[in-house]
């Protein structure tokens, strides 16, 4: 059964960052894309990143390119997501994705796979 368990989120204000973390188990980390997507208040769910099983490829909402950076270390299981520069537009509950099919991503969007986390609240204050 795959878990995945995000952590670091918070309040911070604008301009400030965050680190996401993302622990994940279940079955072979390395082998699967992974991503992040984030849900705001009255709004539908949204992807912000992803990275495929090779570290060295990722792919960007255009509302994040530029300020956030999607990572993994395979060694630890762990999914990253570091946020700079953040806007209050970012505040949202970020969750996690396991899966995700790298190949359709197209147009600053990449669909969602099929295991998420549980989420984690990011609040930006202006």
């Known amino acids: 059964q795959v878990q995945l368990v995000e952590s670091g989120g918070g309040l911070v204000q604008a301009g400030g960052s965050l680190r996401l973390s993302c622990a994940a188990s279940?079955?072979?980390?390395?082998?699967?894309?992974m991503g992040w997507f984030r849900q705001a208040p009255g709004k539908e769910r949204e992807f912000v990143a992803a990275?495929?099983?090779?570290?060295?490829?990722?792919y960007y909402a255009n509302s994040v390119k530029g300020r956030f950076t999607i990572s993994r270390d395979n060694a630890k299981n762990t999914l990253y997501l570091q946020m700079n520069n953040l806007k209050p537009e970012d505040t949202a509950v970020y969750y996690c994705?396991?899966?995700?099919?790298?190949?359709?991503?197209?147009?600053?969007?990449?669909?969602?796979?099929?295991?998420w986390g549980q989420g984690t609240q990011v609040t930006v204050s202006a």
């Open positions: 994705n396991s899966g995700v099919p790298y190949n359709r991503c197209a147009d600053y969007v990449c669909p969602a796979g099929n295991y």
């Open positions: 279940g079955r072979t980390f390395s082998m699967y894309a």
């Open positions: 990275i495929g099983w090779s570290v060295s490829s990722t």
